[in-house]
């Protein structure tokens, strides 16, 4: 893995329903300092709708995104007054043209502040939903005009991969270097939109080896928590409820179909299970606090086997030496442990984000584009796109 030396990366994450922004600074001793980091989620805009909608997420992001920077910034200690030489916000007018809150909420950002010291810009340019991730892209594009810096542009999942693969140095909060994993490395990526199992025999080259066929495993938490009445994201809330269940003390008193457990290759399917969930709704005389425990309880169990499962035999197929968990999911602590569980007794190492960065932030990203700057992997910011379905490999 190569390194940067000294240098200042702003990161800028937009693709589904959190507007981050991250400072940060990496060190010739191979370190990497998180100077700033400020997160707006809009789950509570979109809770009442039971999802993410994307062109709601496009304008909150459009609105957000200078204050979250603001917010970054000040963190940092790097948001400084503005200098006699205002860069002129009109040359940037036509980048953000569909982003007439974002373009407004500059203007008023640059006649108050003058650049910030950095050297880059790295920006989730997929996969995600595009309206939502264009946000973030026009927005490095117009910064990288104005204050001329390069683009690099970051995949959203490669951020998940490599977010768990840094660790926090003893003794700080915001200070990380890159762990020593061994190679082959298995990816076991499970969020809102994805059920990847991606592997990687050198560092920053991937192959996906499984994937879902349908909805993915967050997508899957979302929607079993809708059948139950509880709020979205359904992923956290199912497994709090999954969490009580066990420690009652009670044995579970469902159980639901691991799907595709044998199917022989590597992928995965989750809306069978999802249908399966609610029939057995259906069948119940009465959701109480007690059914909608269980069924929480027995669901987050069939996914948690089906994905440690298949995770094992790909490591057992394909000698991996290192996992990491990535996604939104990796949050679930059932889902940590089982993993953890399955891989000490192969002797694999299992490498996990810390709880706080598991869901969508711009350290991720950050850091993702530290790593591809020292590969010289820049953009022309002038063919810069957004690709909602962009692959890893
Ligand atoms: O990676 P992420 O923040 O956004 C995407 O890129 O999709 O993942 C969000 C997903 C949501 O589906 C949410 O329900 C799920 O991660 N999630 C969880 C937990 N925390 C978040 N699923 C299960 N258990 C959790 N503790
Ligand atoms: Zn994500």
Known sequence: MRYLGHMRILAIETSCDETGVCLL?????????????ALYSQVAVHAPYGGVYPNLAKREHSVNL??????????????????????????????????????????????????PQIDAIAVTHGPGLEPALW?????????????????VPVNHMEGH????????????????????AQYPLLALLVSGGH???????????YEIIGQTRDDAAGEAFDKVARLLGLPYPGGPEISRLAALARASGESCRYVFPRPMLYSGDYDFSFSGLKTELRKHVQSLDELTDETRMHTAWAFEDAVVD???HKTAKVTDEHGVQTVVLGGGVSAN???????????????????????ALSTDNAVMIALAGALRAAHNDYADPATLTAHGHLRLA
Do not use: Y
């Open 25 to 37: 600074e990496t060190r010739d001793d191979g370190t990497f300092h998180v100077l700033g980091n």
């Open 66 to 115: 200078v204050p979250v920077m603001i917010e970054c910034f000040a963190a940092a200690g790097a948001l400084s007054r503005a200098t006699s030489d205002i860069p002129d916000v009109e040359s940037v007018h036509t980048i953000l043209e569909r982003e007439p809150e974002l373009f407004a909420e500059l203007a008023s950002f640059l006649s108050q502040h003058g650049k």
């Open 135 to 151: 946000v973030g892209v026009n927005f490095a594009r117009a910064l990288s005009q104005l204050w001329n810096v390069p683009i």
């Open 161 to 180: 991969i490599i977010m768990p693969m840094m660790h926090l140095l003893p003794d700080t909060k915001d200070v990380f270097d890159l762990d020593d």
């Open 195 to 205: 059920t990847e199992l991606v592997l990687s025999k050198e560092p920053m080259h």
């Open 306 to 308: 089906t994905l440690v």
């Open 333 to 355: 602590t059932h889902l940590r442990a089982q993993l953890k569980e399955a891989l000490d007794a192969r002797s694999i190492t299992l490498l996990v984000p810390p709880p």
